[in-house]
Structure formats: structure tokens, C-alpha cells
């Protein structure tokens, strides 16, 4: 019985030094089976705990190797002001949005506008809300990429906030509670939103 259980754990070495010897082999500097630069993501976002806001969050790579960002928010106050950045993680296990952690900041650089020359990666500004509480904003950014070497946002969270970002105030702009959340995702290549 001794001497099974030597051969038994001697085929389980002999395994695993097989798998990360095929493993090593298929991935050395072989690049065929990375995914491809995608062209469009998108994040549903959902409403934390006891708030209403939801929508859509689209982004799409142009030929320039910028990125378009469309959001279509719904259920916000009217006439009102609202933080919306990409956050670290695309983890939603809180009910209040702080499982996605702070603002998705590659760079190390501080908080402020989209237009700034540096801020983070996932300042976006504000989503403005019109006399019926649905928000759009659309804007196009080099800071970026879906799943490039650039800052990739694939995977990373969205949060919309409570209130409005001042773009100034570190190191979030003061833009309160998370009232929404979503994750970024691959968008189906045949679905228009």
C-alpha cells in the first residue's frame, strides 16, 4: 500500500511537470492566442441600494485609436449634476457600489477634468440630468483604451455618484455617495445600443 501511494504521488509530479511544460511551450512568445484589440464595450449600470438610477455606458474605438463614450442614464434627480468615473475593480458585491474601490488611476496622476492634461484614467466629469431626470454625455478621449496597452478599462467598474464632481478636490472631487454601478464589458459586435 506504501508503495502505491509513492507511485500515486510520483504520476501526480509527473502531471503537473507535464502541464507547465505544455503550458510554457504554448505560451512562450507566441501572441496567436491573445485576444484582439476589441472595438466596443459596454457597462449596464444598475442602482445601489435604495436609489433609482440605471442606464448604459458604451464605448467604441475609432479609427484614430480613440474612444467614444456614450452614457444614457435614467431615475436621476431633475436638473442635477452627477459624478460618473471608472473605478478599479468590476466587482459589485456591495449593495452601495465600494466593492469597485476609488477611481481607476494607471498613472498615479491626481483627480480633475476629462479635458485636463493630467487626472486619472477614469475621470469622466459629470452626467448632467434634464427636467425629467434622464442624463446623456457623450465624449471622446485619448486617455484610454478598451483592452490596449493604454490604460485598459476592460473588466474595471462604473460608477455614477450622488452628487456633483468639482473636479478639484482630492483625490475624488467630492462627488458623495455611488447611487449606480456596472461593469465594463465585451459589447456583442451586432448589437447596436
Given at each position: 500500500?506504501?508503495?502505491l501511494n ?57 479609427e ?13 434627480s ?8 471608472i473605478?478599479?475593480y468590476?466587482?459589485?458585491t ?15 496622476h ?5 479635458g ?18 434622464n ?25 455614477l ?13 467630492a ?15 451586432e448589437t447596436?445600443?
Amino acid at each position: 500500500m506504501k508503495s502505491l501511494n509513492h507511485f500515486s504521488k510520483h504520476l501526480l509530479l509527473c502531471g503537473a511537470l507535464s502541464a507547465a511544460i505544455f503550458l510554457t511551450s504554448c505560451g512562450g512568445d507566441d501572441h496567436e492566442h491573445e485576444m484582439p484589440e476589441l472595438t466596443s464595450a459596454v457597462a449596464v449600470l444598475y442602482p445601489t441600494e435604495g436609489n433609482t438610477a440605471s442606464g448604459t455606458v458604451t464605448f467604441t474605438l475609432t479609427e484614430s485609436g480613440k474612444v467614444d463614450v456614450v452614457a444614457e442614464i435614467s431615475g436621476l434627480s431633475p436638473n442635477s449634476y452627477h459624478g460618473f468615473h471608472i473605478h478599479q475593480y468590476g466587482d459589485l458585491t456591495a449593495s452601495d457600489g465600494t466593492a469597485t474601490g476609488g477611481h481607476y488611476n494607471p498613472e498615479d496622476h491626481e483627480h480633475g477634468a476629462p479635458g485636463m492634461g493630467h487626472h486619472h484614467a477614469g475621470d469622466f466629469g459629470n452626467v448632467q440630468s434634464d427636467a425629467q431626470g434622464n442624463g446623456r454625455k457623450e465624449m471622446t478621449v485619448e486617455f484610454i483604451s478598451i483592452n490596449g496597452d493604454h490604460n485598459p478599462i476592460l473588466g474595471r467598474g462604473i460608477i455614477l455618484h450622488a452628487g456633483e464632481d468639482d473636479l478639484v478636490s482630492q483625490p475624488t472631487g467630492a462627488a458623495g455617495a455611488r447611487i449606480a454601478q456596472g461593469v465594463i464589458g465585451v459589447a456583442h459586435p451586432e448589437t447596436s445600443l
